[in-house]
C-alpha cells in the first residue's frame, strides 16, 4: 500500500466516523514551552488543559513531527526516524477507551488488512479496564502484556492531564529477534500505534513518573498517535523506514552519490540511512521556517546536516550531498506537502550554504586536532585530553566520533569520560537556564487557566471599536490571583470584553487607558495573550485602587493604534515587495510592527545591495501610493490557502482564517490590525538592512508621520549643508564631493612637506651627536610632535649615524603626556641592546612604562613636568650602555 492510500486510509476512516480533519500545525509549535512539534497533540494542548473548548469534539490529522531524542538510533534501528509523520484521532470530552480501542482494532485489521495474530498489546500495569476492552474485541490474554509507568503512563512533563496508555504492536517475525513480545524485543514487535487515555490531572514532579495524581479529570480525552513511516514499512514489506516509498527514492539518490548499493549490513548501512533520513528532516525543518543556528531549533537542524555531512563523508561521497539529496525528497514528497515545492529554493540555498561551511570547519577542526595529536605524542601521552575532544566539539562543530577514531589510528585514545562531563556540564547549563525561565510562565499560565476555566475566552472587539464597557474578570500579581490592588502598583488584569488587540504576529500589544465606575484610573502598558483568545493587560493602577468584578470603561491610544495600523499594512507591502525584487525565498522569518517604525526578517543569503533596497522602496510607496484597497475576508484554511494566501512561518491558525488583501498584490494570513487604503499606510522610509543570522537579513524602516519626520530632518540637514558649501541642494554632493578630493590633495601635500620636515630635523639631530665612550649620543627635547612622528624621527635619525654605535633619545609633550622614544643602531642591536632598556628609568620618571621590543622603542607619562629629567636618566643610561 503506497503512503498516499496509507493517508487517505485512516482521514477517511475517520472523518468518515465524525472526526474533523485539521490540517497539521508547522513544525515551529506556537507552544513556548516547546522547541519542534514532536507530537500529534501539540496544536490540541489548549483543548486538553481546559483553556479553549474545541468547535468540534472529534479530530483527526496527519502530523509534521521533529524528535531528536532518538537520534543516535537512526540507522541503527529498523524504526527511529528524526522526522515522521504522526497519523491521529482525537477526542476532546466524547468518546474514551472502548471507542479507541475499537477504532483502532477495526482500522488496522479491516482497513489495513493486518494480520490479527501478529498484534499484541501492552497496556499500563494498573490499567484492568483496558486489558478487558482489547480481550472483549478478540486479543488473547497471551498477546497482551502489562508495561510501567515510563512505557505505557503519558504526560506532558508539567501539571495537568494525564493517563494511562495502550500501544499496538506488530510481529514482524523470527528473521527481526527473539520471541516474547514487545516486553522483550522492540524490533520484532515494532510499536505502531500508541492510544493515550486522559483521565487524571497530575500535580508537580518529574516527567518519568515521581509526581502525584490528584484526581480525575472533569472531561476524559483520547490522543492517540499512529506513525506513518513504521506502518508503511510494514505495509510494503521492507526491512526499515528507508525502504518505504517515502523515503527510497532518497536512498536511490545517496546510493548514486556514493556509487555503490546501499548494504545489508555493517557501519556503511547506519550512514546510507542516517544521510537518507537526515536529509528528510532538514528539508521539512527549512521549509517550516527553521534556519540554521548556534542555539534553539536552529542548532537541532544545523546538528542533523552536520550529522548527515559526516557521514556522506564516511561513505567517501567527497561532493555536495544535500542538496541532491533534499531535492529528491521535494520531488518525492512536494505533491503531499506543499510547502517543500514552494521553499525549494530556500532549502537548496540553505543546504548548499551550510554544507560549504562545514566542509570548511572539517577542515580546519582535522587540522587541530592533528596539531593536537602531535603534541600528544612528542609527550608522549597516551591519551588526547577530554578538553581537547570537547574544544574540537564545541567550537568548531567536530563529531567526537571523528576525534576518537584519528586518535585510535594515531595509537591515541581520547579520555571520553572529562568529554562526557564537561558536555552533561554545559547541557545542565542550558536545561537549568531554561528550567528557571519555564517555572516563571509556569506560574503565570497556571493563574490565566484558572480564570480562563471560569470564564472562558475574551471578547475582543477592537477591529470595530477603541473603547468598551467591560467588567474585570480577574487581577494577578507575580502569579498569583489577587482580589484588588492600590494606588501605585503594577499588575495583570483581564475583562470579559477588551478593544485592547493582543500582541501577536509581531504586532505590538495596544496601550491606553482603563476608568472605573469606582473612580480609579489605570493605565494600560501592554496587551498580551496569557492563552490562546485570553488577553491579559498589563496596568499601573494611577488613581484610586480597582477590585475584581469593577464595571469599567477600556479606551485604547487611538493615535498609537492607528500608527501601529499603518506599520502593518506597510509590513504586508514590503513583504510582497521583496519577494517580487529577490526571489519568493524571501520569505518572513519574523518581524516588529509599532508605532511609526517596522522591523522585517527575512530569508536571504547576502546583503541587499544600496539600488536594489532603495527600487525595493520605491516599489514600495508606489503601491501604496496607488491607493489600493485594504480587504478583510474570512474563510476555511483550505480554501486561503487555494486562494494563494501566504501563511507566516511558526504562525497558529485555526479552520476559520483571517485575510488580509492590499490590492492584487499582497494576500496574507493575519490577525493584526491595518489600515483601510494603502495611501494610510505610507510613506515607507527604510533604514537599512543587515545580517542577522546564517542565511537571515533584517530590514528596518519608519512609516506615515515618523517617516514623513525623518524625511524633514533629512531635508534640513541638506539644506544646512548646502548653505554651508555655498551651493543649492541638488549640487550639495558634487561640491562636497570636489572639497573632499581637495582636503585629501591638501593632507597629502602636508604630508610630503611634513615628511621632509621631520627629514631635515633627522639631519639636524644627527649632527648634534655628542661623542661618548665607546660612541656616540643624541638627547633632544622637540615640540609640535606625536608618538608616531616621534618614534619615527629617532629612528630616522639613529639611521643617519649607524656607522658608529649611536643611541638617539628624543622626549615632547603632546596632549597632556610626556612622550619617550628610543632608537640604537643595528650594531647595537645585534649585540643584545633593546632600545626598551634605555627608557626603563626614564619611563617610571614620568609615571608611566616603557614598550617595544628591537632598536625603537617608546616611552609615556602623565608627569609632564618631569620630562627633562626623564631625558637626563635615559641619557646616563645610554652612556652606561656604550660603555659597557
Not at 763 to 772: C, D, F, G, K
Amino acid at each position: 500500500m503506497h503512503s498516499m492510500q496509507i493517508r487517505s486510509t485512516f482521514l477517511d476512516f475517520f472523518t468518515s466516523r465524525g472526526h474533523r480533519h485539521v490540517p497539521s500545525s508547522p513544525l515551529i509549535p506556537s507552544d513556548p514551552t516547546l522547541l519542534l512539534a514532536n507530537a500529534g497533540m501539540n496544536q490540541f494542548k489548549p483543548y486538553f488543559l481546559g483553556e479553549v473548548v474545541p468547535e468540534h469534539p472529534r479530530a483527526t490529522t496527519i502530523q509534521k513531527c521533529a524528535r531528536t531524542s532518538d537520534i543516535d538510533n537512526v540507522g541503527r534501528t529498523n524504526r527511529h526516524a528524526t522526522f515522521f509523520e504522526m497519523m491521529g484521532n482525537f477526542s476532546f470530552g466524547d468518546y474514551f477507551k472502548a471507542d479507541a480501542i475499537a477504532y483502532a482494532w477495526e482500522l488496522l485489521t479491516q482497513g489495513y488488512n493486518l494480520d490479527k495474530d501478529r498484534l499484541w498489546i501492552t497496556v499500563y500495569q494498573g490499567d484492568d479496564e483496558a486489558e478487558q476492552l482489547w480481550r472483549k474485541i478478540g486479543v488473547p490474554a497471551e498477546r497482551i502484556q502489562r508495561l510501567g509507568m515510563e512505557d505505557n503512563f503519558w504526560s506532558m512533563g508539567v501539571p495537568g492531564p494525564c493517563g494511562p496508555c495502550s500501544e499496538v504492536n506488530y510481529d514482524r517475525g523470527p528473521s527481526f529477534g527473539r520471541e516474547g513480545g514487545p516486553a522483550v524485543n522492540g524490533e520484532r514487535y515494532m510499536e505502531i500505534w500508541n492510544l493515550v487515555f486522559m483521565q487524571y490531572q497530575r500535580g508537580e514532579g518529574d516527567k518519568k513518573g515521581d509526581f502525584p495524581i490528584l484526581g480525575d479529570l472533569a472531561q476524559q480525552s483520547i490522543d492517540t498517535g499512529l506513525g506513518l513511516d513504521r506502518l508503511a514499512a510494514i505495509l510494503q514489506g521492507v526491512e526499515n523506514v528507508c525502504g518505504t516509498d517515502l523515503l527510497m527514492p532518497t536512498l536511490k539518490t545517496v546510493q548514486e552519490l556514493a556509487g555503490r548499493d546501499y548494504p545489508g549490513g555493517g557501519e556503511e548501512k547506519v550512514s546510507f540511512q542516517v544521510v537518507t533520513e537526515h536529509a528528510r528532516s532538514v528539508a521539512y525543518l527549512i521549509a517550516d521556517g527553521v534556519l540554521p543556528a548556534k542555539d534553539g531549533r536552529g542548532y537541532v537542524l544545523r546538528r542533523l546536516m552536520r550529522r548527515a555531512i559526516r557521514h556522506a563523508r564516511m561513505l567517501g561521497i567527497d561532493q555536495p550531498v544535500l542538496a541532491p539529496a533534499t531535492a529528491s525528497v521535494i520531488a518525492n514528497l512536494g505533491d503531499t506537502w506543499p510547502e517543500l515545492t514552494s521553499q525549494a529554493s530556500l532549502i537548496e540555498q540553505v543546504v548548499t550554504a551550510e554544507e560549504e561551511s562545514f566542509t570548511r570547519a572539517l577542515a580546519q577542526g582535522t587540522r587541530l586536532l592533528n596539531a593536537a595529536i602531535t603534541r600528544s605524542r612528542e609527550s608522549r601521552a597516551t591519551t588526547l585530553t577530554g578538553e581537547t575532544a570537547f574544544e574540537l566539539h564545541d567550537t568548531y562543530g567536530f563529531p567526537v566520533e571523528l576525534t576518537i577514531e584519528a586518535a585510535h589510528d594515531a595509537g591515541l585514545s581520547v579520555d571520553e569520560d572529562r568529554f562526557a562531563d564537561l558536555l552533561a556540564e554545559q547541557q545542565q547549563r542550558a536545561k537549568t537556564g531554561g528550567k528557571a525561565k519555564t517555572a516563571e510562565a509556569l506560574r503565570r499560565q497556571d493563574a490565566y487557566r484558572e480564570l480562563s476555566a471560569r470564564h472562558g475566552r475574551t471578547d475582543f472587539v477592537g477591529y470595530d471599536h477603541i473603547d468598551a464597557e467591560s467588567t474585570v474578570l480577574g487581577l494577578i500579581a507575580e502569579g498569583t490571583i489577587v482580589p484588588g490592588a492600590d494606588q501605585g502598583s503594577t499588575i495583570e488584569l483581564v475583562l470579559d470584553r477588551s478593544p485592547f488587540y493582543a500582541e501577536s504576529g509581531g504586532q505590538v500589544g495596544d496601550t491606553g487607558t482603563i476608568r472605573t465606575a469606582g473612580g480609579a484610573l489605570l493605565q494600560v502598558l501592554d496587551t498580551k495573550s496569557g492563552l490562546e483568545g485570553f488577553h491579559v493587560h498589563t496596568v499601573r493602577v494611577v488613581e484610586g485602587e480597582i477590585r475584581t468584578g469593577e464595571e469599567t470603561e477600556a479606551l485604547v491610544d487611538g493615535a498609537r493604534r492607528d500608527a501601529v495600523a499603518r506599520s502593518h499594512s506597510a509590513t504586508h507591502v514590503l513583504h510582497a515587495m521583496l519577494r517580487r525584487t529577490l526571489g519568493d525565498h524571501a520569505s518572513q522569518h519574523g518581524s516588529l510592527v509599532d508605532a511609526g517604525r517596522l522591523r522585517f526578517d527575512f530569508a536571504h543569503f547576502s546583503a541587499v545591495e544600496r539600488t536594489q533596497l532603495a527600487a525595493i522602496e520605491a516599489l514600495v510607496n508606489d503601491h501604496l501610493l496607488d491607493d489600493p484597497e485594504v480587504r478583510i475576508w474570512h474563510a476555511s484554511r483550505a480554501e486561503a490557502e487555494a486562494a494563494g494566501a501566504t501563511a507566516l512561518f511558526g504562525e497558529k491558525y485555526g479552520d476559520r482564517v483571517r485575510i488580509v488583501d492590499i490590492g492584487d498584490f499582497s494576500r496574507e494570513l493575519c490577525g493584526g490590525t491595518h489600515v483601510g487604503h494603502g495611501s494610510n499606510a505610507g510613506p515607507v522610509r527604510i533604514l537599512g538592512e543587515a545580517s542577522i543570522g546564517s542565511n537571515l537579513r533584517r530590514i528596518e524602516a519608519l512609516t506615515g508621520r515618523d517617516a514623513l519626520s525623518y524625511y524633514d530632518t533629512e531635508r534640513r540637514l541638506l539644506e544646512e549643508l548646502s548653505a554651508l558649501l555655498g551651493t543649492r541642494p541638488q549640487n550639495a554632493p558634487e561640491a562636497l564631493r570636489k572639497r573632499l578630493d581637495a582636503l585629501t590633495a591638501a593632507q597629502q601635500e602636508l604630508g610630503r612637506l611634513r615628511e621632509a620636515e621631520l627629514r631635515s630635523r633627522a639631519q639636524e639631530l644627527a649632527a648634534s651627536a655628542r661623542p661618548v665612550a665607546g660612541g656616540r649620543i643624541v638627547t633632544e627635547k622637540l615640540t609640535g610632535l606625536g608618538p608616531d612622528e616621534l618614534r619615527t624621527l629617532a629612528a630616522d635619525t639613529v639611521g643617519l649615524l649607524s656607522d658608529n654605535p649611536t643611541i638617539v633619545i628624543l622626549g615632547t609633550e603632546h596632549s597632556g603626556k610626556a612622550l619617550l622614544a628610543a632608537a640604537v643602531t643595528h650594531s647595537l642591536h645585534e649585540t643584545g641592546t633593546q632600545a626598551s632598556q634605555i627608557l626603563v628609568s626614564a619611563a617610571r620618571a614620568v609615571g608611566g612604562g616603557a614598550g617595544g621590543q628591537g632598536a625603537v622603542a617608546s616611552a609615556g607619562g602623565r608627569h609632564t613636568e618631569a620630562l627633562d629629567e626623564a631625558l637626563t636618566v635615559a641619557g646616563q643610561d645610554a652612556v652606561r650602555v656604550l660603555d659597557q
